[in-house]
């Protein structure tokens, strides 16, 4: 039978989702709490893991250890990179790429993202997964959701420079601080995932006022879809 992980960063992320699981009875490792239950008759466990990528990829393993997922979805919010992109709207991963991950320095032929010793630069989200959270996506809010590339990195982006290098870099369509680390832990471990993000802010030097603003409804939209994306598992 499926078991889906669920993964946000804060706690307004996911606390939604927790609040429609059945049967829940939760356990701590590592600091993290899981809460494993039923999400629309589908067998689940949502955590909570801390903003940034160590955190991210610790609870991956953690639910792939311990809970035996076979299915992962990271859900949140996220800077938009590309005009097209309001905020309010979603993005699917096509796949996830290191932002700020670079050995150029040791050789110049590593480019932005690649880490040494893998044999991928980009982490590709499972395709049955992509096209679930798409359709889901499209019920929430019809019309405005793009599939492509999440960029991740340990920074919050609220700078136009930083986020037209990001763009120049990697292509991607949003940023934020756990996808990729969470899409690779899930490479690593043969786990198919995809990451939905919904946007908060425009991640330029209008981010840090429109995030507080907006972050709460971002994450509810995006808690939204993850829960119909249950229902398709």
Not at 113 to 141: C, H, M, N, T, W
Not at 163 to 180: D, R, S
Not at 193 to 209: C, E, G, L, N, T
């Amino acid at each position: 039978m499926n078991k889906l992980g669920i993964i946000g960063a804060m706690t307004v992320e996911v606390d939604i989702i927790k609040e429609n699981l059945t049967d829940m009875h939760c356990t701590e490792r590592a600091e993290i709490t899981f809460c494993e239950g039923k999400l629309k008759g589908l067998p689940v466990v949502v955590a909570q893991c801390g903003v940034g990528k160590v955190n991210a990829a610790m609870c991956v393993q953690i639910m792939c250890d311990c809970f035996n997922v076979t299915h992962i979805v990271n859900t949140g919010v996220a800077g938009s990179l590309c005009n097209e992109l309001d905020i309010g709207d979603f993005v699917v991963s096509q796949n996830a790429i290191y932002h700020d991950f670079t050995c150029q320095a040791i050789n110049p032929a590593y480019i932005v993202g690649q880490v040494p010793g893998l044999s991928v630069r980009f982490f590709e989200a499972d395709e049955a997964l992509r096209s679930a959270a798409f359709a889901a996506a499209e019920k929430i809010y019809p019309g405005h959701t793009r599939i492509g590339t999440v960029a991740s990195g340990d920074q919050f982006v609220s700078d136009k420079a930083v986020k037209n290098q990001i763009v120049e870099n990697t292509g991607a369509l949003c940023t934020e601080m756990e996808g990729a680390s969470i899409a690779h832990t899930a490479w690593r471990n043969g786990v198919p995932f995809v990451i939905i993000r919904a946007i908060s802010d425009k991640a330029d030097d209008s981010a840090q006022m429109d995030y507080p603003t907006f972050e709460a409804m971002a994450a509810k939209r995006c808690a939204a879809v993850t829960q119909l994306l249950a229902e398709t598992l």
